[in-house]
């Protein structure tokens, strides 16, 4: 098989990694919007191509753009480039007809509609993607944890809402530090498996009768812990909400209840850069491969 | 609410402490076929009736029967009673508008014509008393592994093929005894989730390539280890099969190969009948509880 | 027996969580040195007498000081009072019989002659403080990794030098979230312990003959990774040196060579004051009980 | 260096996975006493002489008996030789030049006079030796119990008496597998230390005013189950004792006051053999090194 070119269209730190693992794995890079970036410090330079010339995203394969959305201007993240980066008209004309890897599809094709039949992966929207995700994210709420909270994980009673993904991941990591884990689900065969991995179990419904932990980790994407929960939640507990904006927590009504709260969002991308950068060139190779 | 009474009509030691644990919740309970067993010595005798005077089975609200399927001769299986245990035709027309749990529920049906309208629960079946089991069954596959195996599991070489319930548990059990554990699985979800807790992950069609394993624990219920897959196989290894009649493995292949084989069956009723006793009463009050 | 009062002369936030919970244990508590810290906050603000006013120590039965010696000046550190906190002559002869709890105690002795006959306990250096700091200072450690490592801790190869009390807390804290750890000792017995918790070990003058580990722990007090080490070390490696001053990196030649290191230093009092506090607290308590 | 000839004399299955280890290091192995073992079957078997002819003794650099101590007609145990065998005058003669591994010295040396110079090693005795052993006298331990408990480890009540070698792993195994786990010690940070490594804490004292655990493991060579504490135990405690005879319970008391008990002796060596002959020979070959 010939070796594949892949651009990468924006994207911060991440995506620098997510290019050694492509470059590494025998591809092609061309990445695009890294001008503040010292090519020569990298351990793989010589097998990426950064430019901003876009007439060479015509010798791309397929296009990976950054999971976050376009913005109102039309523009791409790209916080290692010294200029916004624009996903202009012209640009949206060359990669049309290509493989697009990128995150809110939707927002994508609105914001340029010529991309509206072409064919887009929304890449952090995979099961794999997701579950390979849920390593460093637990990490990085371990070690929020750490930093944040006064005692130690070691002996703590903490509360992990839910059981997906993070969850389960989550749960284990603070099991095996030796704190006192408790998660939530509502399922019955959630929970059963909740108390076969050693862990106690409780219904998330049980959560708005009071809970008294030294740390809750929120990964349920909807209103958990409203102001009726948090009045009837331990005063000096910390809550950590991994769920996405708008998370699980009324924060507004935390502060006025002198809780602390922590919203921990892209926890892979800011503890473990490298780690997420491999695992999105990891679901995009698997996507390449099983396509073809 | 009132207590409910129950009846347990035959099964082995699990059963009795099965019927320990409803009598502990406030049931009433009766059992029948138990009468080689000297209730002076159970720790709940004075909560337990043992009887085989089958008109008091009138008074009960429901009746739990073993999970084996009823013999050829109409017998439950009993092997705590002197005599075999005929669920005759009395005794359906007794029971056959009450609640009933059983496994096997369409042989019951079959030989027991009167139940077929009957509302029977196939508790073996159900989603939660198979999760509840893993755990059983994980430590009894890593007794027999112990106890079988020459060398420790702390370092051995060990294959779980299949990631559900049980494979899920007892690959985290060996996992902590230090046993260098790889999983096999279908699903990339699943091979991502094996990676996710600290396993090395492959696919379940790789096995037939050949593998190099100290041990081998098959959950699969399907032929995994035929012929041409067992000479490919370390003939040092130790298989252990915990997948119910006829299991994974070609045992008359493995027995002219030298590869030394175990059928380890109904794990947790043997190496954990207290255990086994009291997920199939939580089951059986979750069951009742719910649908009241 | 009557409540003791102990007074704590200084110290930062870990005495004030040593002093809520000596106040939870029965004691009056006076503390001195605090006078930015608003007791209405606290927690237990009703059991702790927070007071600059020297003339109380004659109360006391005990005093603890922080770990830290004197300065030059003779002064406590006290980073939560307006000014600085003299132990002055006055001072020194009010608590000269008393029994004194504090660290570095030949600089006390020497700044503060008068205490040359006192009943001085340098509780730091205790066998039972050092253990019980294991726990708050490994999972320091564990934070540190997380924020400044790039990859996930989950995969990556960690070496842990030295297998003393925090050498073999972290090596099992490190194990259980799924690192690859090898740990280096001297004795026979302590890399056949090694070996029994399931890490890789080696010698410790194995070290020198170059290491290639993601992550490197340093607990050694004296130089380990000196330059001509650190030149066989793998460049992209991140050294966390756990050692108290001077440590056992030569920083100045990890820089030469672009190795990044961090000298994580009073890990449990910065990331975990709470604990860090009530183990100052369990140490003199258990000293006080076992003197009566 | 030239390649040693290693003579073992006597022993049981252990022996001849440690002479296999002995020779894959390179040394050649004489064999006596193993005349019922079918060498075809040994995957060694070209590289072990099997034979009983001593006159081939002469032949060895060092000679290695099994740990249990001569009987009193001056037999070596030999359980896979049709016949006893011997350490009579003539092979005393021949060996009393060389390296001798034997435990037990000073029945040895009793027992056969013309021993009483030579330079013999109680292998038994090193701490290496005790250290390695631990894992699989663990693992024993928790095959034992996993056999021998009516219940799942996964949230029994477990006490592991004593924190040494054995204690260590064991309830780290334990733990790992979700037991609920308390160890008993009697020095300060030995209590630290199990506290450290997630489990609950008690001074070994303690045990005689009672204790309700489900599993009792003792590992102290002392009678701590005496009568009076058997009487203030759970009753329907199992007790594994793993100290070496007589034991640490009072095994008539315990059985008229109906508590199981299980004297399990020598485990490594019945459910793991492998392991157990592979660290004999660890042990000596670190011997040998290291004297060279």
Redesign the interface.
Known sequence: MEAKTIAIFGGDKRFL?CGGSLAQAGCNVLMFGFDQFKTTEH?LKEKLTLTNDCDLLTKADCVILPPQPIDADGCVAAPLNSKPLHLNQKIAEIIKNKKIFAGFEYVLKEHVPQLAQSDITDYPAL??FA??N???SA??A??VA??N??????GAKCLVCGYG?IG??LA??LS???AKVTVSARK??DL??I????HTAIETSAIANGCDYDIIFNTIPRLIFDERTLKKTNP?ALIIDLASKPGGVDFKAARKLNIDTIHALSLPGK?????AG?IIATTIL?CLNTQI
Request: no cysteine; proline share 9%; charged share 20%.
């Open positions: 990694f351990p099961e794999e579950v390979l849920a390593v460093p990490e990085g371990i070690g750490i930093e909270f006064e005692g130690t994980l070691h993904r389960k991941v284990a990591d095996s530090l030796h019955p065969t059963a498996l108390t076969a991995f050693g000096a503890t473990a850069p490298r780690a491999e698997n």
